[in-house]
């Protein structure tokens, strides 16, 4: 038996209680209770209230069952517990008042739901405020980063594929910085108590290969705020010298008719999304072109990738569908529900791995491929 134990002591107080996991925690799959049940003792023999949790939670996951238990002789068991996101190493955290000690690492596994996209162990980004909500997925090859964009905290960040770790995050004030004259926007009406924005709903990243840019789309989702008016705007830079660095280039206001919800490099032109519609953007001439090149299904596009000539597009917040770029005929329809997707919110591909992006807080990145039993 694996016993993991902290205790504390203070003088001036009761005697320090011990506490352990009796019984671990066993690799699970996600949603399925954890069999044996997890025990937690303690040498108190007074009745003790119990509480377990999800340690340090970097995927944002919620356990389900009784987390809150009294030690009878000691022991304590939590049956029925679940946790709902399948990713590696996670953590419990026990804790009898102010004394804690954490479980050995454990698995939550992929549920076998057989459906046409094999789901693999999520990516917990590491370091991200309960709030986050991070829009968009882009993958740069040139750092094998998934970078995202996030409005709550207001900066690019580029995450390590196997670690979830940001190594250099581009933050609003590095714009700014480099960019001053995006700090200067006039709504236009008169009020100073009113205010406008170019740099605070970064919330859209596309990277061009081809030319080697990352973009980074300012959007207008919180125009309706009564002090901050958001400004659409573009900010262009080039992978730096560093992993996840970043050189600054340019930046332009773009036309405000559009959304600017998603953004996709293909061939070295620059497409955004616009409601349903799927438009061509030049960044030398700030132009975006009036006529759509493309609709795919009618619905709101929230998220964009192209890989070998096919383009990913997520409609909504839960479907994913696939289409031939060239003929703009489709390929693919996926339903992300049954894999506990909620409310997607960005789509990536490198080679044979789809990457969508979780836009609930927290914002785990979920990998899928194509089943081989598929036909």
Known sequence: MLAITACSSDSSGPDPINVSFRVQPSDVEAGSPIVPAIEVTTDSEAPQTVSISIADNDCGASLTGDPIRTTVNGVAAFPGVTVSIPADGYQFEARI?????????????????????????ALCLKGRSQTADAASLAWVSDDDLLWTADDNTNQVCGYDRRSGLCPNPVTQEQL??????????????????TSCSFSDELEVVA???????IYVFNTVNDSGSP???????VFRMRPGD???CVKFDAWKELPVEYSYRAAVAIDGRLYI???????????DSNTVVEEPVFRPTGGIITGLSEWD????????????YTFD??????????????VGVRSASGVTVVRDTIYVLEGEPRNPIYPFTVSSDDP
């Open 242 to 244: 560093c992993r996840g």
């Open 309 to 320: 000539g096919s383009l990913f597009v997520l409609i909504g917040s839960r479907h994913l």
């Open 325 to 338: 770029w060239n003929e703009r005929v489709a390929e693919g329809d996926f339903d992300l529900s049954p």
């Open 176 to 193: 700014l910085t480099a960019f001053p004259a995006a700090a200067d926007c006039d709504d236009g009406d008169g009020n100073p108590a």
């Open 273 to 283: 999304s616009n409601g349903p519609d799927l438009h061509r953007y030049d960044f």
């Open 207 to 213: 990277f061009d290969g081809v030319g080697g840019f």
């Open 97 to 121: 008042q102010e004394h804690s000690t954490r479980s050995a690492p454990f698995d939550v596994l992929v549920s076998d739901f057989g459906g046409p996209l094999d789901q693999h162990p």
């Open 227 to 233: 002090v901050v008016v958001d400004r659409p705007a």
